[in-house]
């Protein structure tokens, strides 16, 4: 069986346009939320939202995402190493839907495929690009998608973007659900009162060729992805899915949960899902092994969140440095989880990054850094 790694990273954020500068800001505790007076019907709300003087005005682009994608990918990408056996991933849970706003245009302007085959030929991919929309557990499961099309000899190399924009259909949908927190969120904590949401792009390079890889980078050593069926938004009360996840993901990288270092988890800052995370921990054993949750920093990026943390949280591991839960002050879950709330010096060798979603989808990656 072929191994898989991570030997490049990048995204944007309201933090900023690379990962040096986004960790940089995460360590003097800046956040990309702030109060927006109004979009589309809804008033006086809490996001992180891109600003315009981040997008590039050397990319020519017709939409902001499509801008943000290509000026998120172009710094990892060799075109020397594009050939028919790299495959191109994009991970999103609602792309360009911002299309759809305009009422003149035409609806295949909003299809996910529309916009991942844009900007595969703005780079010159010659495979059909692979969309990978599972809810917001896309942009990690996008990473267990690569790897198993490498290990299944479909491909040699993969490029992996995510990218989620805050839409006026974005946000109407979680303010019907009566999910959207009146401040910025704190995931974990006794005060918290549901998600903020956010927009960002990530881009990782996925390889099987050893000669590429170097100390800090990363092995994709195990993962798994299990729906468990519970309701179209809540997750699992007992935390079965994200704990079978986790579980297939141990078993396949042929660790114990306690050799696990540091968990960068979902952490949506919503009743249900913060509780369901802290009890899938504790059955696992993995109460005691800091955890954080990154959106505090960045608000919920739906399908690109799981791809952006987890570049972030590699990050955290080539520093060997711990990334504080923003927002959380005191527990506000029934199971005691080791929330980190110092940016303490660690020897981070392993990394468990989880996600769950609507629809009961769960994914959970293990990563192991190269010395």
């Not at 030997?7 to 939320?33: F, H």
Request: charged share 20%; with cysteine; glycine share 8%.
């Amino acid at each position: 069986m072929k191994r898989c790694y991570i030997t490049k990273t990048n995204c944007i954020t309201p933090l900023g346009s690379s990962v040096v500068t986004n960790w940089e800001a995460m360590q003097a505790g800046n956040s990309g939320i702030k109060k927006h007076t109004q979009m589309g019907m809804l008033r006086d709300f809490y996001a992180s939202i891109i600003p315009a003087d981040l997008l590039q005005e050397s990319v020519e682009s017709s939409s902001k995402m499509e801008k943000l994608l290509i000026q998120v990918l172009e710094p990892i990408l060799d075109t020397t190493k594009i050939n028919a056996r790299t495959a191109f991933v994009f991970s999103t849970t609602k792309g360009d839907i911002v299309q759809l706003e305009d009422k003149s245009a035409n609806i295949e302007k909003a299809h996910l495929s529309t916009l991942a085959k844009k900007v595969a030929r703005h780079f010159g991919f010659s495979s059909e690009p692979i969309v990978v929309s599972n809810a917001c557990v896309s942009g990690i499961l996008a990473i267990s998608v690569a790897k198993r099309l490498i290990q299944g000899g479909l491909y040699d190399n993969a490029y992996v973007i995510a990218g989620d924009e805050v839409t006026e259909f974005v946000l109407s949908g979680f303010n019907s659900f009566q999910a959207m927190s009146d401040a910025p969120c704190k995931p974990y904590d006794v005060h918290r009162t549901g998600v903020t949401l956010g927009e960002a792009v990530a881009a990782v390079y996925v390889t099987s060729n050893e000669e590429e890889v170097q100390p800090n980078d990363f092995e994709i050593l195990g993962e798994g992805a299990v729906n468990d069926a519970n309701h179209i938004s809540g997750p699992s009360r007992t935390g079965e899915g994200l704990f079978r996840s986790i579980q297939s993901a141990l078993k396949e990288a042929n660790l114990e949960s306690d050799t696990i270092d540091t968990i960068s988890a979902h952490g949506t800052a919503t009743p249900y899902n913060d509780e369901m995370e802290a009890i899938a921990f504790n059955r696992l054993g993995l109460q005691n092994t800091p955890v954080n949750s990154m959106k505090g920093y960045f608000g919920h990026t739906l399908g690109a969140s799981g791809l952006l943390e987890t570049v972030l949280a590699l990050e955290s591991a080539k520093r060997n440095q711990l990334i504080v839960s923003k927002g959380y002050e005191s527990c506000g879950v029934s199971q005691p989880i080791h929330v980190i709330t110092q940016a303490d010096g660690l020897e981070i060798n392993t990394v468990l990054k989880t996600a769950s979603g609507f629809g009961g989808c769960n994914t959970a990656v293990v990563f192991k850094k190269i010395q």
